[in-house]
Nanobody, 113 residues
Framework: VQLVEFGGGLVQPGGSLRLSCAAS????????MSWYRQAPGKERELVAA???????NYADSVQGRFSISRDNAKNMVFLQMNSLKPEDTAVYYC????????WGQGTQVTVSS
């Protein structure tokens, strides 16, 4: 299993970023894919998840601002982040559970003026 995230960076409050995760080594189209984040000094938290059916769920803190999607033909999952706030600053990780948790290396998102 391999998960590679990209698309992070520095953005001003109110701005947008789109994170991507390229997945390989497992049955992507039948798997629930998730985005987590971890801010300095805090525990890793679930941001959004998308099931193989396409149904989604979001953390309350990002509901209405973030959108998770997937492209099963390309084995990729995306996180569109709009109206970003300084409290969204964190390392964002792509995740899949196949008996155990698999994580990507993470991509840094910094929201600051």
């Amino acid at each position: 299993v391999q998960l590679v995230e990209f698309g992070g960076g520095l953005v001003q409050p109110g701005g947008s970023l789109r994170l991507s995760c390229a997945a390989s080594g497992f049955a992507f189209s039948r798997s629930t894919m998730s985005w987590y984040r971890q801010a300095p000094g805090k525990e890793r938290e679930l941001v959004a998840a998308i099931r193989y059916t396409g149904s989604t769920n979001y953390a309350d803190s990002v509901q209405g601002r973030f959108s998770i999607s997937r492209d099963n033909a390309k084995n990729m999952v995306f996180l569109q982040m709009n109206s970003l706030k300084p409290e969204d600053t964190a390392v964002y990780y792509c995740n899949v559970v196949i008996s155990v948790n698999f994580w990507g290396q993470g991509t840094q998102v910094t929201v600051s003026s």
